[in-house]
């Protein structure tokens, strides 16, 4: 109950990330693990000039850039923009997108074929999101409208 005897509804604020898959461009609610729909945007970011072999995709916000590496474990991880390397996602299947999200740069997420992975600590650990998506291409976090 609220101060006014009113019941209060507790929502989470939508985090969303744009999806482009095969079959057009997604947007999925983070918080909530769910598919909002499909909508007319771009997901595009910058790409990185990074010398790592086997590179496939970056994304970057401040000193964290991750990597995604066709190779086991699949994921390069920097805390100091690129100086030191770490390796990460042992667990994870082959990706083929990431996102840093440029508000928090602790939220990452991974593109696998056709599952979403969410780390909310930098890369270290990751869980999947229930959402299954047909075909992932890219993923970027959604800035505006």
Known sequence: MGANGE???YQSQAVIARVRTAEGVFEVDVAVEAVVGEVDAAVDHETLGLSLPRLVAASAAGATVVA???RRP???VSYDAGATWTESGGGLPPGFDVAV???DPD???YAARNRLYLSTDGG???RSLEPEL???EAVAWATGP
């Open 7 to 9: 019941d209060c509804v």
């Open 107 to 109: 939220r990452v997420l």
């Open 101 to 103: 999200d440029p508000a």
């Open 68 to 70: 995604v590496v066709d």
């Open 124 to 126: 270290r650990f990751w």
């Open 74 to 76: 699949p994921l390069a």
């Open 134 to 136: 047909p075909d992932i």
